[in-house]
């Protein structure tokens, strides 16, 4: 069972908004940067978000992250068939001498 | 451009010790800022940190896997090491090796290494 609780699958059709949450403790998200990974099929995963809400360049202005609390959320916006991938949140967690943690990923489907 | 790449056998047999390197190109493995890890996923499933260091040296250890875990740098060839002791069906999974640079996440990725582990 991952330490980041993330819902398992999400889905919308194209051109809408989907929002997949994360949630955690205050010693993982609660004191620390959110970033989210997004990953196809037999590749290796790619930063999306980085510090709650940066975007790596390149990467697309439908994607946005925002964070409250123990909470992040990731928000796809004017969504397109390639979005479907598994999108994955991680952060550091400052327990047991620190070290990081990831959410289970959620699986988008794109109707 | 940084790239990294895995390198290791695909297959160990249940109890033996798997070793795995990452060779960095494109940079200094020990330039500062710079952090450096380790993360696997299981066939099918979600990704999960092992371990890593950064730029001053301190290492990080997953707790779950902490006491089996040794992660290491040799500067002069520009790699990373993993090694993980007392393998089992459990462990098979596809390797990664990640860095980024400050906190502004893992931005360089391998390819990735399938490691299975069976008799």
């Known amino acids: 069972q991952s330490v980041l609780t993330q819902p398992p699958s999400a889905s919308e059709t194209p051109g809408q908004r989907v929002t997949i949450s994360c949630s955690g403790s205050?010693?993982?998200?609660?004191?620390?940067?959110v970033y989210w990974y997004q990953q196809f099929p037999g590749t290796a995963p790619k930063l999306l978000i980085y510090?709650?809400?940066q975007r790596p360049s390149g990467v697309p202005d439908r994607f946005s992250g925002s964070k409250s609390g123990t909470s992040a959320s990731l928000a796809i916006s004017g969504l397109r068939s390639e979005d479907e991938a598994d999108y994955y949140c991680?952060?550091?967690?400052?327990?047991?001498?620190?070290?990081?943690?990831f959410g289970g990923g959620t699986k988008l489907t794109v109707l | 451009q940084l790239q990294l790449q895995e390198s290791g056998p695909g297959l160990v047999k249940p109890s033996e010790t798997l070793s795995l390197i990452c060779s960095v190109s494109?940079?200094?493995?020990?330039?500062?800022?710079?952090?450096w890890g380790w993360i696997r996923q299981p066939p099918g499933k979600g990704l999960e940190w092992i371990g890593g260091?950064?730029?001053?040296?301190?290492?990080y250890y997953n707790p779950s896997l902490k006491s089996r875990v040794t992660i290491s740098v040799d500067t002069s060839k520009n790699q990373l090491s993993l090694k993980l002791n007392s393998m089992s069906a459990a462990d098979t999974a596809i390797y990664y090796c990640?860095?980024?640079?400050?906190?502004?996440?893992?931005?360089?990725w391998g390819l990735g290494a399938l490691v299975i582990v069976s008799s």
């Open positions: 990640a860095g980024q640079m400050g906190s502004s996440g893992l931005s360089y």
């Open positions: 494109g940079g200094s493995i020990s330039s500062n800022s710079y952090y």
């Open positions: 260091f950064d730029h001053t040296g301190t290492t």
């Open positions: 205050s010693s993982n998200i609660g004191s620390n940067f």
């Open positions: 510090r709650n809400t």
């Open positions: 991680a952060a550091w967690d400052d327990s047991l001498s620190g070290h990081w943690v």
